[in-house]
C-alpha cells in the first residue's frame, strides 16, 4: 500500500524527466535558458524587495533620532485600562549621565536675542554719545556739590535715559529683577510692603533725579520712579515738594551698611527701618553700587526745609526719661516730666539695633563710650571734647512719623564692622533695663546666620558687591560676635527679656 502511494507521487515527476531525455539537444538547452532566467528574476526581486524595507526602516530610525524616541519600549500596562483604543503607553528607559541639579536657587540661563535699531543707530552718533557723556559726569559733580534748599536742581530724566539705553540696549530685552525671589513666598521676616518696595527700589525705571539740600545737612539725591499710574498721570500729580511720586534716596557707596541694617532689623523683629537695597547707576559713582533707600514724605510733614519730625534731647534728658518709663502702658506723662513723645520700649529696640551694628551717631554723638580714631567724624568735628560734660551733649537722629510720635525710624544706619570686641560702645546700652524678647529669642536661638543669609540673599547687587557668600559670612561672623558679647552683658547686669508691642 505504501509503495503505491509513493508510485502515484513520483509518477509526475518520472514522467517529466523522461520526456525531457528524449528531447533534442537544442530543445533542452532553450527549457534550460528558461528555467535559468526564470530563477534570476526571482532572485533579483527579493533582493529589491529586502533593500526597500531596510530603506524603510533606516529612515524611520532616523526620525525617531530627530525626534527623541530612541530608548522606548511599548508595553501596554497589565493593571490599566485605556480610556481611548488608540493610546499607546509608553515607558522611557533613559539613563541619566549626571544628577539633576534640584537646588531652587539656580535661575535657568537664558537666550537673548540682540535686537539692532537701524534708524536709532543712524541717528546716534559718537558726538551725541559725548554730549550725553558730559551730561551725566555734570550730574556727579551736582551731587557732590553742597546748596541751599532753594537752589536745589532738578536734573532732567531725559539725559539718564538717552545714556543709559545707548550703552545697554542689547541687555534690555529680557529684564531679570536683582531682586531673588525663586520660592513662592519671601521670608516671614519681610512683609508684602517690604518686597515691592525693595523691587521698586532696584528695578523701577528712573523719572527724574532731583539734588536738595536744605541748611548744613548733607544733600540729598533723589529719584523719582514709575509706580503704578502711567508716566503721564505722575506729572499731573506732581508737587512743588520733594517727591511728586514714588521716590528713592541715593546714598554714597560707603553707606552700604544701610542694606545690612534694613536686613538685620527685619530679621530681628524691630521694624523701624525703611526698606533699603543696592543699585548701580551708570551716571553716578563710575557704576558701583549705592545703597538706595526708600523716601517717606511722612517723616517730614512740613516740608524738607522745616526738617524731620525729630525728638531733641540731651544725653541727661534721655537718662531721665528712661527712669520714668515713658508712655508705658499707656499712662501720659506728668507734665514736669523730661519725657518726650517716644514710647519707652522704642529707646530698648534702639539700644540693641545700634549695638550689634555700632551706630554711635544717635545716642554717643561724641564717641565717648569708646576709644574712637583719628579719621572718625566725631574726632574732625571735635565732638570727642565734649566728653567732659556728657549730660548736655544731644541726641542726634531721634526721627520718628508726623502721624505717630510713639514709634521711632531707623534712619542713617551708618554702622561699623572693623571694631574689634575690646573696643565696642557700651554706652549705648546705659539705662536700658529690659530688651525686646522677639530679638533676643533669635540671638539666643543660633539661627541668625540661617536667615540672614536666607535675607541679603535676596540683593543679588548687594550679596555680589560684597564678595558672595564668603564675604557675607565675615559680615554675620562680626555680629555673632557682638552677640554674645551682648548676651554676657544681659545676664551680667540682670537685664530683663519682655515682649514689647507698643
Not at 531525455?21 to 537544442?26: F, G, V, Y
Not at 523701577?204 to 536744605?214: D, G, N
Not at 560702645?425 to 530688651?435: P, R, S, T
Not at 564675604?471 to 530683663?496: F, M, P, Q, S, W
Request: with cysteine; glycine share 6%.
Amino acid at each position: 500500500m505504501g509503495k503505491s502511494r509513493l508510485h502515484w507521487l513520483c509518477f509526475p515527476f518520472l514522467r517529466l524527466s523522461g520526456s525531457f531525455r528524449r528531447c533534442p539537444p537544442s530543445r533542452r538547452s532553450l527549457i534550460i535558458g528558461i528555467v535559468c532566467v526564470v530563477y534570476l528574476f526571482f532572485v533579483f526581486s527579493q533582493f529589491g524587495y529586502s533593500q526597500q524595507n531596510q530603506d524603510r526602516r533606516t529612515d524611520k530610525d532616523k526620525y525617531r533620532h530627530t525626534r527623541g524616541l530612541y530608548n522606548l519600549e511599548t508595553s501596554v500596562l497589565p493593571d490599566s485600562v485605556p480610556t481611548r483604543s488608540n493610546v499607546v503607553y509608553i515607558t522611557l528607559r533613559t539613563k541619566r549621565l549626571k544628577p539633576a541639579n534640584i537646588r531652587g536657587t539656580i535661575r535657568p540661563k537664558l537666550r537673548r536675542k540682540v535686537r539692532r535699531n537701524i534708524t536709532a543707530g543712524a541717528a546716534f552718533t559718537q558726538n551725541k554719545l559725548s554730549t550725553l557723556e558730559q551730561d551725566a559726569g555734570q550730574i556727579k559733580r551736582n551731587f557732590e556739590r553742597n546748596t541751599s534748599f532753594g537752589e536745589s536742581r532738578d536734573v532732567d530724566h531725559r539725559y539718564q535715559d538717552l545714556f543709559h539705553k545707548s550703552l545697554t540696549d542689547e541687555h534690555t530685552d529680557s529684564h531679570i529683577s536683582s531682586i531673588r525671589i525663586y520660592s513662592q513666598r519671601a521670608p516671614p521676616w519681610l512683609s508684602t510692603q517690604d518686597v515691592k518696595a525693595m523691587r521698586f527700589l532696584a528695578d523701577t525705571k528712573v523719572l527724574r533725579i532731583k539734588e536738595v539740600s536744605h541748611g548744613d545737612a548733607r544733600s540729598l539725591l533723589i529719584f523719582q520712579g514709575v509706580s503704578g499710574a502711567s508716566v503721564t498721570d505722575q506729572k499731573g500729580t506732581e508737587r512743588n515738594d520733594v517727591c511728586g511720586g514714588r521716590c528713592g534716596i541715593i546714598n554714597s557707596p560707603v553707606d552700604n551698611t544701610e542694606v545690612f541694617a534694613f536686613h538685620l532689623d527685619r530679621v530681628l523683629g524691630l521694624n523701624r527701618t525703611l526698606p533699603a537695597v543696592s543699585r548701580k547707576f551708570s551716571f553716578l559713582h563710575d557704576g558701583l553700587p549705592c545703597p538706595v533707600v526708600s523716601w517717606d514724605a511722612s517723616l517730614y510733614p512740613e516740608g524738607l526745609a522745616a526738617g524731620s519730625s525729630s525728638v531733641r534731647l540731651t544725653w541727661g534728658e534721655y537718662q531721665s526719661s528712661l527712669k520714668q518709663r515713658c508712655w508705658l502702658k499707656n499712662i501720659s506723662p506728668r507734665p514736669e516730666s523730661s519725657c518726650s513723645s517716644v514710647h519707652h520700649y522704642e529707646w530698648s529696640k534702639l539700644a540693641v539695633f545700634d549695638f550689634l551694628l555700632q551706630i554711635h551717631s544717635r545716642l554717643d554723638q561724641g564717641c565717648c563710650g569708646f576709644r574712637p580714631r583719628m579719621e572718625d567724624l566725631c574726632m574732625e568735628l571735635g565732638h570727642h571734647a565734649e566728653c567732659v560734660d556728657q549730660n548736655h551733649i544731644e541726641l542726634a537722629n531721634i526721627v520718628h512719623r508726623g502721624h505717630d510720635p510713639r514709634h521711632l525710624v531707623f534712619i542713617n544706619n551708618k554702622g561699623f564692622f572693623d571694631r574689634n570686641e575690646d573696643n565696642l560702645d557700651f554706652k549705648i546700652l546705659e539705662g536700658i533695663k529690659e530688651l525686646p524678647e522677639q530679638a533676643v529669642t533669635v540671638l539666643k536661638s543660633k539661627k541668625l546666620r540661617e536667615k540672614l543669609l536666607q535675607s541679603l540673599f535676596l540683593d543679588q547687587t548687594y550679596w555680589e558687591s560684597q564678595g558672595g557668600r564668603q564675604g557675607i559670612d565675615k559680615l554675620i561672623d562680626v555680629i555673632e560676635r557682638r552677640v554674645k558679647v551682648l548676651l554676657t552683658y544681659i545676664n551680667a547686669h540682670g537685664i530683663k527679656i519682655i515682649t514689647m508691642n507698643a
